[in-house]
């Protein structure tokens, strides 16, 4: 807490390293990272390679991943001197309050997160504890810095609110008042929500079968035409204002996307295209993706050639941001109870 009694403004994000970043991470979450960078707060953004080893990773690809995550993280815009970047396992306060937090955290809370039944389907029995109390620990890693804001897509939203409940039920059962903020979800932007271009009714996905059904920020401008070539699509000339696109995931889906890259309102895009038909219309959304999309890739290419210099980074973030947690989880075991005598 700052001296007026308030939490500072303090911004945190995490990203899984287990495959490339897609335009639906992009336009969802990093590209509000690099906006809030500049904005009126802290700001920590971070690998989470704790988060991705619930599920099985190649540990080889796992710290290929962490590294090519940050370069993507750098070459959208994300600065080291404005912003904290580190990976989450370099700072072992993370792992600390996540156990206090499975302590405080219910069994029943914990099953009703959607985002478990979905990855475990039939199979819950056979996935890891980790998967399970996978939101635990992500709570610890917005808290364990008192973050106030949190820029996520809206598959994040539940696990945001698990979030605020642990941080309540930590207040309220230590008798601490205000000592773990009520974080704000940040879950804004014309696309918080991009859809795969082969199925519009499915989320952009990095697990998708299809490749065809993302645009990877590592795409070379030809895969991105090609994918926006191939996108699904009705037989419909887009309509004239927003209402029409609601029965046509497809259009709106590609619609959305032109939005968000090209910064304009969806009502000021079907202004200029409303009564136009998919084949002038994909043409230039092909242009415009490769020209938002197409410079990543240089530049994720360009830092990757010195995997040192991104090592380095990643480790002064790590000190930066343990220097913010230590003291913080230091209070917290007082809090608890927790003997501390070293
Ligand atoms: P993940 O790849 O699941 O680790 O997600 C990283 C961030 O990207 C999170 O904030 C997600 O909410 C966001 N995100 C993932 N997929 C999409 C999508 N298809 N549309 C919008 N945001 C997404
Ligand atoms: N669960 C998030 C995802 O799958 C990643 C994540 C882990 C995260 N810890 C976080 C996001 C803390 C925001 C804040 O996308």
Redesign the pocket.
């Known amino acids: 807490m700052n001296d007026a009694g308030t939490h500072t403004r303090r911004v945190?994000?995490?990203?899984?390293p287990s495959g490339n970043l897609h335009l639906g991470n992009y336009l969802g979450?990093v590209k509000r990272f690099v906006e809030m960078q500049e904005e009126d707060f802290d700001t920590l953004y971070?690998m989470?390679d704790l988060?991705a080893i619930t599920v099985w990773q190649d540990p080889e690809e796992l710290t290929n991943a962490t590294r090519e995550l940050a370069a993507a993280f750098m070459a959208c815009g994300l600065d080291p001197k404005k912003s904290i970047l580190f990976n989450?396992s370099q700072v072992p306060t993370h792992a600390e309050l996540g156990w206090i937090f499975n302590c405080v955290g219910r069994v029943g809370w914990l099953n009703r997160m959607t985002?478990f039944k979905d990855k475990a389907g039939k199979n819950a029995e056979k996935m890891s504890v980790g998967l399970y109390s996978?939101?635990t620990?992500?709570a610890a890693?917005?808290l364990v810095y008192h973050?106030t804001h949190?820029?996520?897509?809206e598959?994040?939203k539940q696990?945001?609110e698990l979030?605020r409940d642990i941080a309540m039920k930590f207040n309220n059962d230590f008798k601490c008042p205000g000592f773990f903020p009520e974080t704000e979800p940040i879950i804004e932007g014309a696309a918080t929500r991009v859809m795969s271009l082969r199925d519009g009714s499915k989320k952009m996905s990095k697990s998708d079968p299809s490749d065809l059904s993302r645009i990877n920020l590592i795409d070379s401008a030809e895969d991105i035409a090609k994918k926006i070539r191939k996108a699904k699509t009705d037989p419909e000339p887009l309509p004239e204002s927003a209402d029409g696109l609601a029965e046509r995931p497809e259009a709106k889906n590609l619609v959305g996307i032109y939005s968000a890259l090209s910064g304009q309102s969806v009502d000021a895009v079907l202004g200029e295209w409303g009564g136009k038909q998919f084949g002038e219309f994909k043409p230039a959304l092909a242009d415009l993706s490769v020209e938002m999309v197409a410079p990543i890739a240089v530049e994720m290419n360009r830092l990757l050639a010195d995997p040192a210099e991104i090592d380095r980074i990643l480790g002064d973030g790590a000190n930066r941001a343990a220097e913010i947690a230590e003291p913080i989880l230091a209070e917290t075991y007082k809090h608890v109870g927790l003997l501390r005598s070293r």
């Open positions: 945190f994000s995490g990203v899984q979450a971070c989470v988060h989450q985002q996978y939101p620990l992500m890693d917005i973050a949190v820029p996520v897509g598959d994040q696990h945001l979030t």
